[in-house]
């Protein structure tokens, strides 16, 4: 069976600070592909990136970075030099290959920046 | 990037009443559709998968007479809620598929639904 796990349900960081939300999936398939999703408290989904199974480069975009690694099963997200308007509902995701892009989402980690 | 539209963003219906939920693909032909829930606080379910001139194909516990969905174009696809009660009230969030395969996916802003 697939299945995400964001162990950490809330996170709360002062503004500057740098801060890494955790994401650990489980699949037995070897094609598939990961997800990052910001919800802010509007409700929609701002995609992020998706990675796939043979491509564990480290990748960074601005203040964001994410560590891809298989033999760990992780894909974890750092935010450098955190804002308040990072302030967010983060989801990872997983979607296999061979069931057409379908999502099976983590519980989600509550990201509070404060000033 | 591709936009995905919902419509309504936010409903209060009555208890009993059924309610319906667009989405449209607003640039690109969507050959497939996914329909997910989230209670608040909590993580996105995915309840359905639209195909377009199909069924669609439900999730396991979700009850496929009172969520109806109909995928009858490439571009638009809809959620009924029949006969709605409070416990149904939640978020509802669709998203579309680009093309075969693996094409991206986007998302729409999803529609907020309050059985009173």
């Known amino acids: 069976a697939q299945k995400v796990t964001q162990a950490q349900t809330e996170i709360s960081v002062v503004e500057k600070e740098d801060v890494t939300l955790d994401c650990v999936y489980e699949?037995?398939?070897?094609?598939?592909?990961l997800f990052w999703y910001k919800q802010p408290p509007s409700g929609e989904l701002v995609f992020l990136i998706r990675r796939n199974s043979f491509d564990e480069q480290n990748e960074i975009s601005g203040r964001y970075s994410w560590n891809f690694q298989k033999s760990t099963s992780s894909f974890n997200f750092t935010i450098t030099a955190s804002q308040v308007v990072d302030s967010a509902v983060y989801f990872c995701a997983l979607s296999l290959y061979n069931q057409g892009g379908k999502l099976i989402f983590g519980q989600g980690t509550e990201l509070s920046v404060k000033p | 990037g591709a936009v995905v539209s919902q419509h309504p963003s936010w409903v209060i219906c009555k208890s009993g009443t059924s309610v319906k939920i667009e989405c449209r693909s607003l640039?690109?032909?969507?050959?497939?559709m996914f329909w997910y829930r989230q209670f608040p606080k909590q993580s996105l379910m995915l309840m359905a998968t639209?195909?377009?001139?199909?069924?669609?194909?439900?999730e396991q516990g979700v009850e496929k007479d009172k969520f109806l969905i109909n995928h009858a174009s490439l571009t638009l696809s809809t959620l009924t809620v029949t006969s709605a009660h409070p416990e149904d009230s939640s978020f509802y969030i669709c998203?579309?598929?680009?093309?075969?395969?693996?094409?991206?996916?986007?998302f729409g802003e999803g529609s907020r639904l309050t059985v009173l």
């Open positions: 639209s195909n377009e001139g199909s069924k669609a194909t439900y």
């Open positions: 640039d690109f032909q969507a050959t497939t």
């Open positions: 998203s579309a598929r680009e093309g075969q395969g693996t094409g991206e996916l986007f």
């Open positions: 699949t037995r398939d070897t094609t598939y592909y």
